[in-house]
């Protein structure tokens, strides 16, 4: 969905400049499938005819949400130090696999938490084949049969058997977004799509999109010639439980590359708000999906304020530009009119 459709229609979460109100994460939106890598939980749905499987949206479609229940249950639930140690060394497991068959870690790691929030004992809804997808990287019976995985069960065989295989796909199809499209309908549904014989799932095309950010169709248009990602790059185990936890989000960062830091107009009407740069901008792009006949084509501005009552962190407001006050409040009461909230206030100049 392109940015400016994306502005074309909205009811607005606003905030007062120094009021929090609890903003809407990018992805508390509606999830799309297991391929939404934060945002709702649950075991991954495996498709048929595939080796592990989930789910993405299309170059122009609905980008998919993100589903992540267990982001937000981390949240309320201290880790018990058994459940950490497990994790942190399913997280040494993935590295360990990763560098072996240079894959970009977190590339890596995000398959694997796409396929079972790194569960060892997860088990796939059943197939139209009437098999199941097993165990932490999700392996059909019979592609763990192929690859020589005796136990899919056990993630110390299971996980650096997936790296292996999701190397040979980017080998095969020239590019990590193809290699996790064929890692999740199977190579001869990319092939076929590729040649333009057969469709590419709705579901792939949500797990491609949850995993890298971009969708199955940017990746074949780009070929061999995508840009990979560092494969050297290091990040600990917590550092990497958090990035999994955020869903890639193309349109925030597309939308950032439209926002300035700091108004560049004298007047602003303030659509969203909060101490979260990201969440902020998040709740602004949603806003913005409901209200572009209103808005029209004004750009955004970001501005940052730090109120010491709070402490010193900034305080972020996204706010629409306006070149007078006038200008602005016949913006605002466009916008209340549509029945959403809205704030006038002078940027700082």
Known sequence: MSLRMLRRSAVLAMLLTGLSVPLVHAEDAAPAKPADTPAAESTPTKQP??????????SDVVKPETHDKPADAAK????KPADRDTRESICLMIESAARAHDLPLEFFARVIWQESRFQADAVGPVTRS???AQGIAQFMPGTASERSLLDPFDPVQAL???????????GQFGNLGLAAAAYNAGPRRVQEWLAGTGPMPQQTRSYVYAITGTTVDDWAAAGRNAKQPDTKANTDCRTLMALLRRAP????????????????????????AGFNRDRALAMYAR????????????????????????GTRPFYQVRIGAETRPEANELCARIRKAGSACLVLRNRG
Do not use: C
């Open 76 to 79: 309320q639930e201290p880790d």
């Open 130 to 132: 009437g098999k199941r």
């Open 249 to 272: 989000n193309p349109f925030v960062a597309q939308l950032e590359q439209r926002v300035k830091l700091g108004a560049d107009r004298p007047w602003g009407v303030q659509l969203a």
């Open 287 to 310: 806003a913005m999906s409901r209200l572009s006949a209103v808005i029209g084509e004004h750009d955004p501005s970001l501005s940052s304020s730090v109120f010491r009552s709070r």
């Open 160 to 170: 650096p058997k997936s790296a292996e295989f999701l190397n040979e796909l980017r």
């Open 49 to 58: 005819d595939r080796t592990p499987a989930t789910t993405p949206p299309v």
